[in-house]
């Protein structure tokens, strides 16, 4: 018997039944559902709605199913739709008719609200320790390379000299706003639905402040009909992970390079990588890979929740039943990836003598000759010039700028001394960055101390 039996003739085809339910995946709430269900009848009892003894049936019939889903003694079932539906009959199995009166003053449309606002507000505190970890692993890694340099990239071509330490905190800092944006999330997903009904509020003198306070939200929706409709929480976090998402892939994407045989500049832990059925050499970056790919399923998620969303009437629609699968995925595929990301890096070995060979054989420290004859008093633009020649220069006898001689240097500006081998010198280039923001190795420091505060104080 169907808990919404009473109107319809004839029972639901099978076909409907297994299309509708959502209990295959909404089940995952089932803890939220319940706590839910405690705030709403003990609030009931509290505003005289129902006798109290009828509410401690109830209580203890609601941990009565609690402790048998843990058990594992529980069954959903698809017969009765949801996870709503599936503990209410649970309680019912329980405690008799009593249990039918757990949903006075309620509807599935605030209650699923409810569990999902509940849900995310747990998950995303999860994800903002996880992607803590992930920083203090990198903050690890970046005080552990304050003296290595390695060529910094624009266009893919070695551009100027950094280091290491300093490529790194640039995650940090990006991971600093990712935790930033999730927790602004996290305080318009800290709002109580629960309490609009199925869309106008209920004819029953509820006390929502009282159910707000229990469940420890800070707000309560002001319009219920928004309450009900309202999926932009879920949206908003779909979107903050799919920016994190982009910054793992980015990441993941240095890793896969760096570790590629042409770069060498790290060296991922056997334990997280994996190796070829066929060719007995390889070893592969799948983990990285994987973090990449998966950020397509994070992006996809924010815009089937949105595609879904966008031609709905108000209020409740059963298409937002579509809201739940893609934020279970989501969560579980951050979870996943930061999980693995973070002893990844912490075990990843730096190769800091490839990376110390790549950044002297090359030009990268062509903008410090510029400047350097800058400071001789030469318009940035003619040094620019000059420097442009002298490389080209080099490119044709085969050398780098420290190969060239005194007088090969002199040839092209006179103003030129003996002071430009130190000047060109890669720690000097490196040092000589020493504004906010920059690469010198005080200002790394500086960094990192910084986000170590940040990490203190939260
Ligand atoms: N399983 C439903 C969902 O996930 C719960 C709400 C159902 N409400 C309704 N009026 N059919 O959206």
Redesign the pocket.
């Known amino acids: 018997m169907k808990l919404w039996g009473g109107r319809f003739t004839k029972p639901t085809n099978q076909l409907v039944e297994e299309y509708t339910a959502?209990i295959s995946f909404?089940q995952k709430m089932w803890r939220q559902d319940i706590v839910g269900s405690l705030a709403h009848v003990a609030m009931l009892g509290k505003c005289g709605i129902l006798p109290m003894e009828e509410v401690r049936q109830i209580i203890a019939g609601l941990k009565k199913v609690k402790d048998k889903i843990e058990r594992g003694q529980a069954e959903f079932l698809v017969a009765h739709?949801?996870?709503?539906m599936n503990i209410e009959k649970m309680l019912i199995e329980e405690i008799g008719p009593v249990g039918g009166k757990l949903h006075t003053g309620r509807?599935?449309?605030d209650?699923?609200a409810l569990d999902m606002h509940l849900y995310l507000r747990e998950k995303l505190m999860e994800i903002i320790q996880l992607a803590m970890y992930l920083q203090e692993a990198m903050l690890a890694q970046a005080s552990q390379h304050l003296d290595t340099v390695m060529p910094g990239y624009t266009h893919l071509q070695r551009a100027q000299p950094v280091l290491f330490g300093y490529h790194l905190m640039a995650y940090v800092s990006m991971l600093q706003r990712d935790i930033e944006r999730m927790t602004e999330t996290w305080n318009r997903v800290n709002v109580l639905p629960l309490g609009a009904g199925?869309l106008a509020g209920t004819t029953f003198p509820i006390d929502r402040t009282f159910v707000a306070e229990m469940l420890q939200f800070d707000g309560i929706y002001q319009n219920s009909m928004d309450a009900v409709s309202d999926r932009d929480f879920i949206v908003e976090f779909l979107a903050d992970a799919s920016l994190l998402m982009t910054h793992l892939s980015r990441l993941c994407e240095e890793l896969v390079i760096w570790s590629s045989q042409e770069f060498s500049f790290v060296e991922l832990d056997d334990a997280f990588c994996t190796g070829s059925s066929i060719m007995p050499q390889k070893k592969n970056p799948d983990v990285a890979e994987l973090v990449r790919g998966k950020t397509g399923r994070v992006y996809g998620n924010l815009f089937g929740l949105l595609t879904v969303l966008k031609g709905l009437p108000l209020a409740?629609n059963?298409d937002?039943?579509e809201?739940?699968e893609g934020m279970f995925d989501t969560v579980a595929t951050i979870h996943g990836a930061l999980a693995l990301l973070t002893p990844m890096i912490q075990t990843m070995q730096v190769r800091t003598e490839r990376m110390r060979q790549a950044v002297t054989n090359d030009f990268s420290n062509a903008t410090d000759l510029a400047d350097y004859l800058v400071r001789k008093n030469m318009p940035f633009r003619q040094a620019h010039e000059v420097v442009g020649r002298t490389v080209l220069y080099c490119i044709e006898q085969q050398k780098y700028l420290l190969d060239l001689t005194l007088e090969e240097f002199q040839s092209f500006s006179g103003v030129i001394g003996a002071d430009v081998y130190d000047a060109l010198a890669v720690e000097t280039v490196v040092n000589a960055r020493n504004v906010l923001g920059g690469t010198a190795r005080n200002q790394v420091e500086a960094q990192i101390a910084w986000f170590q505060n940040k990490l203190k104080e939260t």
């Open positions: 959502s909404d739709e949801d996870v709503h509807s599935r449309n209650q699923v199925a409740y059963k937002m039943q809201d739940k």
